[in-house]
Structures are given as structure tokens and as C-alpha cells.
């Protein structure tokens, strides 16, 4: 197990830490969920720069690292519809192309054939990230810096939330664009099993 693997597999513990840590009420838990949230999304990006750096590219990693996306994301967005800072809808969507990549994923592993995530997926990936963390952010200027300041901050936590949305949106209608994408790219590999 190499230095790139290990930061890969790190984000599935990071995402319970961070769920749970949406869920405490202590003054700073959300302020911690959302530093704890930047720093995994700092690690989504150094695994495979190190990886590339270290010669260290292995099908496991590939594979590995699209699926620790995908846990992180999605266990982050169940907390957010929990608790009504997204639709269900937006999350139901994501959920759909996430399976449907990763059963292509496996289908395609069985003839051999390594689907690594490409430049659509990527840019899906990271505008989804971002639209977390502001959506993250969001209690933790709500709450924390509040208490810290005793400043309100409702006006800008508000208008953080509707841009986090907004985000959270645009990489929803990428998530369904780059799957057609995938699913256009790999449909050889679909014929070929369904013989």
C-alpha cells in the first residue's frame, strides 16, 4: 500500500468524521466539519499528484480513487438533505449517474478495461467540492464565527447557502452530461458483454 493509496482511502473514515461532526452542536463543529472537508479535498487532488509524481499509477488507485469520490460526496450530500440544505432531487440524480458509472466500471474490469475518470468527471468532481464546502461553510459562519463575534451573519450565510446551491446545480447538470459522456465513450464495451 502506497502513500497515494492511503491518502485515497483515507477520505471514506474523513467522511463519517465530517458527517458526524455536522451533527454536533458544540461551538466549532461545523467550523471543524468544514476545515476537516477542505483538507480531504486538498488529499483528492495530492493522491494523484503524487501518484503521477511517484510513478506509483496502478488500476487500483484509479479505481479506488473514483470510488472515495463518490463515498465522500454522496455520504456528505445525505447529511445536506438531512438537513434541508439541498434538494433530494439534485442528490437523487447524482445518485443515479453514480451507479450507473460504476457498474460500467465493473462491467468494463471484467473484459480487462479500466475506465479512469476523464476531464468532464473531473470538472464535475471539482465543482461538486466546491458547492460542499460552501454549503459547509454555511453553519459554521451561521453559528460559530457568529458566537465567536457575537455578529450576525445571517444576510451572508444566506446568500453563501444560495450560491452553494447554485454550484451544487451546475455540477448536477455535469454529473448528467459527463456520464452520457462516459456512457458514449465505453458503449463498446457494453456490446461486447451483452454477447
Not at 454522496?74 to 438537513?83: D, K, R
Request: proline share 2%; glycine share 8%.
Amino acid at each position: 500500500m502506497n502513500l497515494p493509496n492511503i491518502i485515497t482511502l483515507s477520505r471514506i473514515p474523513m467522511m463519517f468524521l465530517i458527517v458526524g461532526l455536522m451533527y454536533c452542536r458544540f461551538t466549532g463543529a461545523a467550523t471543524l466539519a468544514f476545515v476537516l472537508f477542505i483538507v480531504t479535498a486538498i488529499g483528492d487532488w495530492l493522491d494523484g499528484y503524487l501518484a503521477r509524481k511517484r510513478g506509483q499509477i496502478s488500476n487500483f488507485g484509479k479505481f479506488m480513487d473514483a470510488l472515495t469520490d463518490k463515498v465522500l460526496v454522496i455520504g456528505i450530500m445525505v447529511a445536506l438533505v438531512e438537513q434541508q440544505m439541498i434538494q433530494l432531487v439534485w442528490v437523487l440524480i447524482v445518485l443515479v449517474r453514480e451507479f450507473m458509472i460504476s457498474g460500467m466500471r465493473m462491467m468494463a474490469a471484467s473484459k480487462g478495461v479500466v475506465v479512469a475518470a476523464e476531464r468532464g468527471g473531473k470538472l464535475k468532481t471539482v465543482i461538486q467540492l466546491i458547492a460542499i464546502g460552501v454549503l459547509l461553510f454555511v453553519p459554521a459562519v451561521r453559528t460559530d464565527v457568529a458566537r465567536w463575534t457575537d455578529i450576525e451573519f445571517d444576510t451572508y450565510a444566506e446568500s453563501l447557502q444560495h450560491l452553494g446551491l447554485v454550484l451544487f446545480i451546475v455540477a448536477t447538470a455535469l454529473t448528467v452530461s459527463s456520464g452520457t459522456s462516459y456512457a458514449l465513450k465505453y458503449r463498446q464495451v457494453f456490446g461486447e458483454i451483452s454477447k
